[in-house]
């Protein structure tokens, strides 16, 4: 993790106790990645961070068009 990213605690909390059935001293000794993979999740895709949008705003930047361009 960088700075200025967070854990989701709540959604990591409603995952663990709620959809899993962790007690909570079970859910506490796990690190969020162990979590992630006795949910089954850690196939998923990573999510897009800050970083990854602003490379793509870089790569691929907004064009102002006329008034009438993109018009249908």
Known sequence: MTKGQAFDWPGLMR???GR?????A??????????IVMAGLDH???PCLR?????????FPDVDK???????
């Open 15 to 17: 995952l663990g106790l």
């Open 44 to 46: 998923q895709p990573a």
């Open 51 to 59: 970083s990854r949008l602003e490379e793509l705003a870089l790569a």
């Open 26 to 35: 079970e859910f506490w000794a796990l690190t969020p990645y162990e979590l």
């Open 66 to 72: 006329g008034p009438f361009e993109g018009e249908m």
């Open 20 to 24: 899993i059935g962790l007690r909570p």
